[in-house]
């Protein structure tokens, strides 16, 4: 199957700053990864859709200036998590399908994310 | 109502029992149906996927779909501890290279 990477693996960040998680397909092209977000013993949740050369979807209730993604290769999307606060402690996910027939979305390891 | 709604559990079976998990979806225009299995603070792993009507095998996993009744299920055969995981059904509308939407996941533990 298709590898997908992310970077880091566990971040502990101080309230006010900002993280990057990356997210690179490694044998494949991209065009579109996806984003989700699961808080514990809760189901994984998009947050956002991230195209190649443009504009990210964010879904409802998602705050597109607290998460940008930035998706400016066909193997790397970034999401930055912007004056993080506790509440934004959570399990990051990115996604992606690979390029080809396979239609099955091929997960990274996840971004364990906590914010003191 | 949630748009694919599973049993949280825990199911427990002994080893060497067949497990069986259960999902309902309630948008019809749901077109492909996904297992995934997670350990915990891991990302998920794909199993198995179902497109159409009816079952689908791949060694002790067989996935069975029944569109009309929007529901869809995973057997698994033969149950070994290792398989202690959480189990989440999700779904696709549509064609294409789209978002999951998941289920909240069943925790299933194999009993050694």
């Known amino acids: 199957g298709a590898v997908v990477s992310q970077h880091p693996s566990r971040v502990i960040c101080k309230s006010g700053t900002s993280v990057k998680i990356e997210c690179r397909s490694l044998?494949?092209?991209?065009?579109?990864m996806f984003w989700y977000r699961q808080f514990p013993k809760k189901s994984l949740m998009l947050m956002a859709t991230?195209?190649?050369?443009?504009?990210?979807?964010?879904e409802q209730g998602v705050e597109k200036d607290k998460f940008l993604i930035n998706h400016a290769s066909l193997t790397l999307s970034t999401l930055t998590v912007t004056s993080a606060h506790p509440e934004d402690s959570s399990f990051y996910i990115c996604s992606a399908y690979s390029t080809g027939n396979l239609a099955e979305q091929y997960f990274g390891p996840g971004t364990r994310l906590t914010v003191t | 109502q949630k748009e694919v709604e599973q049993n949280s559990g825990p199911l427990s079976v002994p080893e060497g029992a067949i497990a069986s998990l259960n999902c309902t979806y309630s948008d019809r225009g749901s077109q492909s149906f996904f297992w995934y299995r997670q350990y915990s603070g891991k990302s998920p792993e794909l199993i198995m996927s179902i497109y159409s009507n009816g079952d689908k095998e791949d060694g002790r996993f067989t996935a069975q779909l029944n569109k009309a009744s929007q529901y869809v299920s995973l057997l698994i055969r033969d149950s070994q501890p290792s398989d202690s995981a959480t189990y989440l059904c999700a779904v696709r509308r549509g064609a294409g290279r789209r978002a999951l939407t998941f289920g909240s996941g069943t925790r299933l533990q194999v009993q050694p």
């Open positions: 044998d494949f092209q991209a065009t579109t």
């Open positions: 991230s195209n190649e050369g443009s504009k990210a979807t964010y």
